[in-house]
T-cell receptor
Framework: EAQVTQNPRYLITVTGKKLTVTCSQNMNHEYMSWYRQDPGLGLRQIYYSMNVEVTDKGDVPEGYKVSRKEKRNFPLILESPSPNQTSLYFC??????????????FGPGTRLTVL | GNSVTQMEGPVTLSEEAFLTINCTYTATGYPSLFWYVQYPGEGLQLLLKATKADDKGSNKGFEATYRKETTSFHLEKGSVQVSDSAVYFCALMESGYSTLTFGKGTMLLVSP
């Protein structure tokens, strides 16, 4: 089954404790992206990657890091989480560089709470 | 910059009622337009899309027409079901780019 998986689905942590949210897709997609969803703000892009070793900032990259060492994986790293990073996070992927004719497939989401 | 504006929710309807969720956009070029749906506890799923002016996207009884003259992409369904209860997001993507710009989402609640 074609899918985007994220782990963990739920995480409660404390300020300053480094964490990684994993994202993996099995569709051989070049393009992958991370979004955060906050009430009243919709979804905002954090980082995206057009292919292996190619990443770029989205609209809200501060406090986040990403890496793309393999095509299927795109982990989101919070080196020193803060309470304002409490949010619902979605990973997405699409083929052909994520052009406007391609569908982005979303993972199930990771709900992060930073105390 | 690009932006998407959706009507605020929640939209509360009875089963079999007609649904319209308004969406307007601002973009510098000629974007593709999308409607995504998020069911409770799940990720977003593409509902329908349109890639150029006057295109109509349709799926599962939902439809939306790309209106360049009014910069709109309103979502409609003739007869909603309880199972349509979800949050609906309008989004755009500029041609040649890969970033989706989302509206804030509209919650739809359908009662039996």
């Amino acid at each position: 089954e074609a899918q985007v998986t994220q782990n963990p689905r739920y995480l409660i942590t404390v300020t300053g404790k480094k964490l990684t949210v994993t994202c993996s897709q099995n569709m051989n997609h070049e393009y992958m992206s991370w979004y955060r969803q906050d009430p009243g703000l919709g979804l905002r892009q954090i980082y995206y990657s057009m292919n292996v070793e190619v990443t770029d900032k989205g609209d809200v990259p501060e406090g986040y890091k990403v890496s793309r060492k393999e095509k299927r994986n795109f982990p989101l790293i919070l080196e020193s989480p803060s309470p304002n990073q409490t949010s619902l996070y979605f990973c997405a992927s699409s083929g052909a560089g994520g052009t406007s004719t391609d569908t982005q497939y979303f993972g199930p989401g990771t709900r992060l709470t930073v105390l | 910059g690009n932006s998407v504006t959706q009507m605020e929710g929640p939209v509360t309807l009875s089963e079999e009622a007609f649904l319209t969720i308004n969406c307007t956009y601002t973009a510098t070029g000629y974007p593709s337009l999308f409607w995504y749906v998020q069911y409770p506890g799940e990720g977003l799923q593409l509902l329908l899309k349109a890639t150029k002016a006057d295109d109509k996207g349709s799926n599962k009884g939902f439809e939306a027409t790309y209106r360049k003259e009014t910069t709109s992409f309103h979502l409609e369904k003739g007869s909603v079901q309880v199972s349509d209860s979800a949050v609906y997001f309008c989004a755009l993507m500029e041609s040649g780019y890969s970033t989706l710009t989302f509206g804030k989402g509209t919650m739809l609640l359908v009662s039996p």
